[in-house]
């Protein structure tokens, strides 16, 4: 990563209430130089609080779908759990056509944004030590820009795989670092955040708006399980089990409200939620667009039906094996001219608190066979169609990470390691499972006891889907499962089936299994070196 233009010589004042998003300046003689500014805890407040802001980009947890960025909407919808209503012109639809190439916009937006995190974070550490504050809290900020940075690096290296490896400041004098294998990356920042994370606070004692220890095990966590360290994301899983619960609305009783009610303004702050990109409307430069849907369902990304036909009905089975779905399985029994609407009755309630079907309503008007997309299913999480005149000017919270990751990823890695009875692994799932009414692996025909590993798997991947859909994990989940190819032959299968889809989807091997290194990049920096796959 070459950054000859952006080092670290003068940093740029920042109000707490609302930081800027460019950090670091170098062209202003008479901003403070990094000479005279780390002076008091103000100063260290402010550069902690740049870091956060950083993750509010639009080429990371917040979106732009009609300003040409690259959030995480629009990764998720690259996925086979959604597409991209307005075709080739969206960021994201060549990955999903299996024909990106290295100059693509999207893979430079999403890399910048991270190493932006990065920067930041290192600005930090770098200079926390010269602040004249109490050793508790020097540490503790550090460790909140370590865990920070172990996010963005887990992002990275989770589709671009071996990545520049940077935990201090770029200087003038070394402006420029190689890949580092991802291996030698995980395995470092595991060990610098198992070495910090109890310098965080806990939950209670944190400040509002601040990581805490759980969410700092959650990263951990979420790092060691993407890659394959079974112990380590066990271990940290359960630093943070039975400390927080899962929202419920009211007093419970309504599974579509107990999830549907987590995604609102009003409940953003809620024990669930352990990680979160704080945003505020009212025109003060906080608030978020990937709300934004022109006072109606959105209509330039959508979710795909293999999506939907994967939520299983209320007794816990498939479709195409519960005796409760009254929907067609025949083709050309669903179209957009003529929904089936006896196909959403039944369902887990996950479905409409997560898409957005014929015969539902948004703003009091139902939408039948007029939903703008082009299959039938639009997504619902995360828009605010009661606040459609701040759509461009969001205040909804982003989740990074929800206890009900906590929960499933537990689970996962305790089926991954293996030795553990089925009923310490299922009584994770079941946990997220109760709080929508939907029964137990235990008491589902189709699932059961005495249950395989493979079976296990399959249980928890299902779950992850219906659970965290447009949460920003798909890629990851599907390139961690090999499961990518897969990935596409479902989507092709929507077009095939139901006629469906914005454009073919293909699938050319290894290419298609890690993003390249920017071109950019690689034309900037001599260390850089592309991927085998993609020469």
Same mark, same amino acid.
């Given at each position: ?156 290296? +989770? ?28 395995? +470092? ?6 070495? /910090? ?66 995604? /609102? ?88 608190? /997560? ?94 006891t005495n249950l395989s590993q493979e079976q296990l798997r399959a249980i928890v991947r299902h779950e992850r889907r219906v659970e965290l859909a447009f949460e920003d994990l798909r890629f990851a989940d599907l390139y961690r499962w090999g499961e990518w190819e897969n990935g596409v032959k479902r989507m092709q299968h929507d077009k095939e089936f139901y006629g469906f ?35």
């Amino acid at each position: 990563m070459n950054l000859k233009n952006i080092f670290a010589v003068l940093l740029l004042p920042l109000a707490l209430g609302s930081c800027s998003d460019s950090f670091l300046q170098t062209d202003s003689p008479n901003e403070p130089s990094a000479g005279t500014y780390w002076q008091t805890e103000d100063d260290a407040l402010m550069a902690l609080t740049a870091c956060y802001d950083a993750m509010q980009s639009q080429n990371l947890y917040d979106d732009n779908i009609d300003g040409w960025r690259f959030g995480f909407l629009g990764r998720e919808t690259s996925t086979d759990n959604g597409d991209h209503t307005w075709g080739d012109w969206m960021l994201g639809s060549s990955i999903a056509r299996g024909t990106s190439a290295t100059t693509d916009e999207c893979f430079s937006m999403y890399w910048n944004a991270n190493f932006e995190v990065i920067k930041r974070c290192n600005l930090l550490t770098d200079n926390i030590d010269r602040v004249p504050m109490e050793a508790a809290k020097v540490a503790a900020y550090k460790a909140e820009a370590i865990a920070l940075r172990a996010l963005a690096y887990c992002n990275l290296t +989770s589709v671009f795989r071996d990545v520049p490896y940077l935990t201090e400041s770029l200087t003038l004098s070394n402006p420029t670092a190689a890949k580092t294998p991802r291996e030698q990356i995980v395995a +470092s920042i595991v060990a610098d955040m198992q070495a /910090t994370v109890a310098d965080i606070p806990a939950k209670g004692q944190a400040a509002t708006g601040r990581m805490t220890r759980e969410a700092a095990y959650a990263i951990l966590g979420r790092i060691a399980l993407f890659n394959r360290k079974w112990d380590v994301a066990i271990d940290a899983y359960r630093q943070v089990v039975g400390k927080v619960s899962l929202f419920r609305s009211g007093d419970g009783k309504d599974f579509h409200k107990n999830f549907a009610d987590l995604f /609102t303004q009003a409940n953003e702050t809620c024990d669930e939620v352990l990680l979160s990109i704080h945003y505020k409307s009212g025109k003060v430069g906080e608030g978020s667009c990937f709300g934004v849907c022109w006072s109606g369902p959105m209509n330039a990304i959508e979710a795909s039906m293999n999506l939907c036909d994967d939520y299983y009905c209320t007794d816990g089975q498939p479709i195409d094996k519960s005796p409760l779905f009254k929907g067609s399985l025949a083709k050309g029994g669903h179209t957009k001219a003529a929904p089936d609407y006896a196909r959403y009755e039944n369902r887990d309630p996950r479905m409409k608190g /997560t898409l957005m079907l014929p015969g539902m309503t948004w703003n009091g008007r139902e939408y039948t066979n007029d939903l703008p997309a082009s299959s039938t299913c639009c997504i619902r999480k995360w828009y605010t169609p009661e606040d459609t005149a701040n759509e461009y000017d969001g205040g909804l919270d982003y989740y990074v990470i929800r206890y009900a990751e906590v929960l499933l990823s537990l689970a996962e890695a305790m089926i991954e390691k293996g030795g553990y009875p089925q009923a310490e692994i299922t009584k994770h799932i079941n946990e997220v499972r109760a709080r929508v009414g939907m029964p137990a692996v235990e008491d589902v025909a189709t699932e059961g006891t005495n249950l395989s590993q493979e079976q296990l798997r399959a249980i928890v991947r299902h779950e992850r889907r219906v659970e965290l859909a447009f949460e920003d994990l798909r890629f990851a989940d599907l390139y961690r499962w090999g499961e990518w190819e897969n990935g596409v032959k479902r989507m092709q299968h929507d077009k095939e089936f139901y006629g469906f889809g914005c454009y073919e989807r293909a699938y050319r091997g290894p290419q298609d299994l890690v993003w390249p290194i920017p071109q950019g990049e690689i034309d900037t920096n001599d260390l850089l070196e592309q991927h085998a796959e993609w020469k």
